[in-house]
């Protein structure tokens, strides 16, 4: 991989791209970035664990969004309880 300097007009395209409000990926979208930020040698299901995964995330961060989450003491006592069985 090269270490050439990108041009000024792309650093500050890329600084104005980073400022913009994200938008909520549709499942397309989310599919194909991860399609995209595979490797060339990725296996199909690779790709395919990829965007399972991405879409879990994206489920976490919507959960989460709502408000629907786990305070940190009562997942300690859930995991503190899977691991005694």
């Known amino acids: 991989m090269s270490n050439r300097q990108l041009p000024r007009t792309t650093k500050s395209a890329a600084k104005k791209a980073a400022k913009r409000p994200k938008l909520p990926l549709t499942d397309k979208q989310l599919a194909l970035q991860a399609i995209r930020q595979a490797p060339d040698e990725a296996t199909?299901?690779?790709?395919?664990?990829?965007?399972?995964i991405m879409a879990a995330i994206e489920k976490g961060i919507k959960a989460a969004d709502e408000g629907r989450l786990i305070p940190h003491e009562e997942v300690k006592r859930r995991v503190k309880q899977w691991l005694s069985k």
């Open 44 to 52: 199909l299901h690779e790709m395919i664990e990829r965007i399972e």
